[in-house]
């Protein structure tokens, strides 16, 4: 079997992560279930989690497999990155659930703290507001491009994306 063409990177993060969620489902991990669960074959699998093993980042013993504590840290920062991705893909972007966790696989690996904080004020606010936040997208959904605006402010000015008046120019 090749060589996985994803950055050593991601392929790490993707082990880790699957490894903390059969440890919350399952308890005890084995080598089987993490090659199961990343669909590559049993010797790719235990190649990696031995590397992982060397490097301090799971603990490997006997066909078992459990995270370190500071890898079980981030691969829980991982999940919840995953899990408000994927809410966000479906209730802003209106991704389909599949869709959803393929998109979310991929971008958790490249996104910032600052931009997930800020996507997950809007997933919040999506829940809390349902009615109003429905409102506002159909708004977005249904808007033509070159139309402009629906809502123009009665002094002649636009809201700009922050909320704060602009002037438009009379040339």
Known sequence: MPASPAPRGKRREDYLRTI???QRSRGSVRVKDVSGALGVSMPTALEELRELDREGLVKYRRGSVSLAEEAEQFAASLDRKRRILIEFLEKVLG?????AEQEACYLEHFLSDGLLERMERV???ATECGDEFSELMDRVWSHST???CAQRRP???RADARGSASRRSSS
Do not use: K, P, Q, T
């Not at 991704?95 to 869709?99: F, L, P, R, V, W």
């Open 95 to 99: 991704a389909d659930a599949e869709e």
């Open 146 to 148: 070159g139309e402009g």
């Open 123 to 125: 997933v919040d606010f």
């Open 20 to 22: 903390y969620e059969l």
């Open 155 to 157: 002094d002649g000015g």
